[in-house]
């Protein structure tokens, strides 16, 4: 059995290959999480509209911003420092009528930490009646069934684990995985 490391899991975890959107992709047997992929997503079809990101940590931030900006993901990239600051960018984008790629979220954030956000997030597009934004939970904190089960409530939420090396060149690797799994996911649809 060949086992790889998962980045969701934090683990090396057994795979399997699937076919799928034209490409072979390699999958974590255990959360489904996109491990590798033969072809990737076209760089061309960047949405017009937001992808936010709620990052205390500045250069985790930057990381995470370069790297949706060099994968072209969303045209509109804006970050934030807290979770509150991201709610109210994103009630004043749902104003405008601004469309909204994705929410990357930390889970531990001063003023208003990520599951608040999230569960304020789904609190206002209930009231607007719109589509649900996919939520990613980027953090160092590790996925426990509470974590696991608020994401089932907080659908379509998912979960990428930071890691514990905090050395740069490592963590940009790991956004860049983070990317990649977002492009996969949510662009293939």
């Not at 072809?39 to 709620?54: C, F, I, N, P």
């Not at 994968?71 to 600051?85: C, D, P, V, W, Y």
Request: contains cysteine; aromatic residues 6%.
């Amino acid at each position: 059995m060949i086992l790889n490391y998962c980045l969701c899991c934090d683990e090396d975890v057994p795979c399997n290959y699937v076919e799928r959107h034209e490409r072979t992709e390699l999958t974590c047997a255990y959360c489904g999480f996109v491990l590798d992929v033969q072809k990737l997503w076209d760089a061309d079809k960047a949405s017009e509209g937001y992808a936010l990101v709620a990052e205390d940590s500045q250069l985790v931030n930057n990381i995470i911003v370069n790297a949706l900006k060099s994968r072209m993901f969303s045209k509109n990239i804006a970050a934030f420092n807290n979770g509150l600051e991201l709610i109210t960018a994103y009630s004043k984008l749902i104003s405008e009528k601004a469309a909204i790629d994705i929410a990357i979220i930390d889970l531990n954030m001063p003023i208003m930490d990520g599951l608040t956000t999230a569960r304020t997030i789904r609190s206002i597009e209930k009231q607007h009646n719109l589509q649900s934004v996919p939520i990613i939970f980027f953090s160092s904190v590790k996925a426990d069934n509470s974590l696991k089960s608020q994401m089932e409530l907080l659908a379509p939420a998912g979960y990428m684990n930071k890691g514990s090396d905090s050395h740069p060149e490592r963590l940009a690797e790991r956004v860049e995985q983070l990317v990649g799994h977002i492009i996969e996911k949510y662009r293939s649809q």
